[in-house]
């Protein structure tokens, strides 16, 4: 694979007050009118937003909060770019900071926080990564977490937490370039690497 097209995070600071505790299909719809290429773009990814934990609606915005895009190397320069633009996600105001580069690592041990699944049986979602893993060669270990649901187009979306770990490098950087299941542009299915396994309940 060409350099450029090599997966990287694009770490945006924010600046902003709250977000939606539900807002993870408005961001990607703010973001995808300015960048329409992640649409369609098979590496892209938007990171979940991390919020300050609680029950406040809307939830408010952490001061160290980053938006973190997982795009390929080739769209840095045109990120860089959107330092200062201002984006409307569900009638809140999000300013963006000048992005930095954080290149993808070969963690033997990855989690996502959030998986997308067809239903909330655990077993049937175990069964339907296996056999998405066993498409993509990637082995390892694994530990299904928290099940969660998220509002997509009004209807709520299963997910689960999901932890792989005794990943080999090359593994280990596929499963973090190609991500896991759908809805990779609402903050499901993309992996980041993790010390232990405590954070899959969480």
Do not use: N
Request: glycine share 8%.
């Amino acid at each position: 694979m060409a350099v450029d097209d090599l997966a990287t995070d694009a770490v945006f600071p924010l600046e902003g007050q709250a977000l939606p505790r539900e807002h993870a299909q408005a961001l990607q719809q703010a973001l995808c009118a300015i960048l329409p290429w992640l649409d369609s773009d098979p590496v892209a990814g938007i990171h979940p937003v991390k919020l300050v934990p609680g029950s406040a609606v809307p939830a408010l915005l952490s001061r160290r909060a980053r938006l973190l895009l997982r795009v390929a190397s080739r769209r840095m320069g045109e990120l860089v770019a959107l330092a200062g633009l201002e984006l409307q996600v569900a009638g809140h105001s999000l300013r963006l900071g000048v992005p930095h580069r954080h290149d993808l690592q070969p963690h033997s041990t990855l989690y996502a926080y959030r998986v997308a699944a067809d239903s909330a049986d655990e077993v049937t979602f175990m069964a339907a990564v296996a056999a998405e893993l066993a498409q993509m060669a990637i082995g390892g270990e694994r530990v299904c977490g928290k099940h969660q649901a998220m509002v997509v187009d009004g209807r709520a979306l299963d997910t689960f937490s999901l932890m792989l770990h005794a990943l080999p490098p090359e593994q280990s950087l596929r499963l973090q370039e190609r991500g896991l299941r759908s809805h990779r542009l609402m903050g499901c299915g993309i992996f980041v690497p993790h010390k232990s396994a405590a954070a899959v309940g969480a």
